[in-house]
């Protein structure tokens, strides 16, 4: 829980819970919270503590930063540190919304479309249709579903996600390309981390 509420991410959450009480439209509220998380990604004093915070594992399955739940509508603030030239692998985020905001250093998105109507248990066939790279400042809304990777500059990045809720408690769809593989796991693990 953040105590500050004059810090920039006291604000953040202040306008976003009135942006859930204004907004009823999820595509239209999800495009609305994009400019108000902007404004968090420019205030030096979080880029300056971002600098401390703990560099999240990228394994089978990840970590997140947990920096704040919302008590009302269930909205989370995460962290994700990644070590240089780390990539995820290629999955969705299940029905979850996502605005996944670099705070510092840089990143290549991929996004892929699914070609098979998922009639075929463990089967699943991608193609890459939009590779996007991202800096400081850049926000990427990842909607229900959509399927992509992120992969890691040549330096250490960081980013602030919001989630419509926290992730790790249900599974998420995994997507292997080549072998046309397709599984599911459960998404980052949440470690709660107090912000300063
Ligand atoms: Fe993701």
Do not use: C
């Given at each position: ?12 959450i202040?306008s976003?819970?009135?942006l859930?009480?204004?907004e ?10 994009a400019p ?5 990604l420019?205030?030096?004093?979080i880029k300056?503590?971002?600098?401390k915070?703990?560099k999240c594992a990228?394994?089978?399955r990840?970590e997140?930063?947990?920096?704040y739940?919302?008590?009302?509508f269930?909205f989370?603030?995460n962290?994700l540190?990644?070590?240089p ?9 299940a ?8 705070l510092?250093?840089?990143?290549n998105?991929e996004?892929y ?9 463990d ?8 590779h ?8 990427d809304?990842v909607?229900p579903w959509q ?10 990045t960081?980013?602030?996600i ?5 992730a790790?408690g ?7 390309p ?7 796991g459960?998404g980052?693990?949440q ?6």
């Open positions: 829980m953040v105590s500050q509420t004059k810090s920039a991410m006291g604000q953040f202040t976003m819970r009135s859930f009480v204004e009823q439209d999820v595509e239209k509220r999800w495009q609305r919270l108000l998380l902007r404004i968090l420019s205030d030096p004093v300056a503590q971002s600098k915070w703990p990228q394994a089978e990840a997140n930063l947990l920096f739940e919302d008590p009302d269930g989370v603030i962290g540190v990644k070590a030239n780390t990539r995820t692998s290629i999955h969705d985020h029905h979850n919304w996502t605005l996944y905001g670099v510092d250093g840089s990143e998105i996004r479309k699914r070609l098979d109507d998922g009639s075929r248990p089967y699943a066939e991608v193609q890459n249709t939009d996007i790279r991202v800096g400081p400042g850049d926000i809304l909607r399927i992509h990777a992120e992969e890691s500059g040549d330096e250490r960081v980013a602030i919001v989630r419509a809720e926290k790790g249900f599974l998420q769809g995994r997507y292997d080549v072998n046309k593989k397709y599984w599911q459960y980052p693990r470690i709660p981390y107090r912000l300063d």
